[in-house]
């Protein structure tokens, strides 16, 4: 089903481009494409435009059909294969007592362990160097 609905969408398609080419411009004639004058009699008198505008009007009904069933069709088949082809994943089951104990590491470990400090060694505000304030010289050159 789907595809007869996609091989009419894909003809109203390029019909739709078809009739579009084939229509006058604004003070063009029919017959200028086809090599004659008399070539607006084909059509019967009031001529081209009546004809294309309705057929392609036509086409347009169509193809928004079209599309409109093709949206139907792809949501009915999303919607039905949503879990197919997923493996089946088994539940969890916890076992108390098989988590094994979590160890730190030793003084000589590949981890590098950090020396504490004592908070008396670290020097205080006062003790501290201060920096060096110099006057910047573009101030000055101005």
Do not use: C, W, Y
Request: charged share 20%; glycine share 10%; aromatic share 4%.
């Amino acid at each position: 089903m789907e595809k007869l609905v996609l091989v009419v969408h894909v003809l109203t398609a390029l019909s739709i481009v078809g009739l579009i080419l084939l229509q006058q411009g604004k003070g063009a004639e029919v017959g200028a494409s086809f090599g004659g004058g008399a070539s607006g009699t084909v059509f019967g008198s009031a001529g081209s435009g009546n004809f294309f505008s309705r057929l392609t009007a036509v086409m347009a009904t169509v193809f928004f059909v079209t599309s409109f069933g093709l949206a139907i069709l792809a949501r009915q088949s999303a919607d039905a294969n949503i879990e197919e082809g997923l493996p089946e994943i088994p539940a969890v089951v916890e076992q108390p007592g098989d988590v094994p104990e979590v160890t730190t590491p030793e003084a000589g470990a590949d981890i590098p362990q950090l020396d504490a400090q004592p908070a008396d060694e670290v020097p205080s505000a006062e003790e501290a160097p201060a920096a060096e304030e110099e006057a910047p010289e573009a101030d000055e050159q101005q």
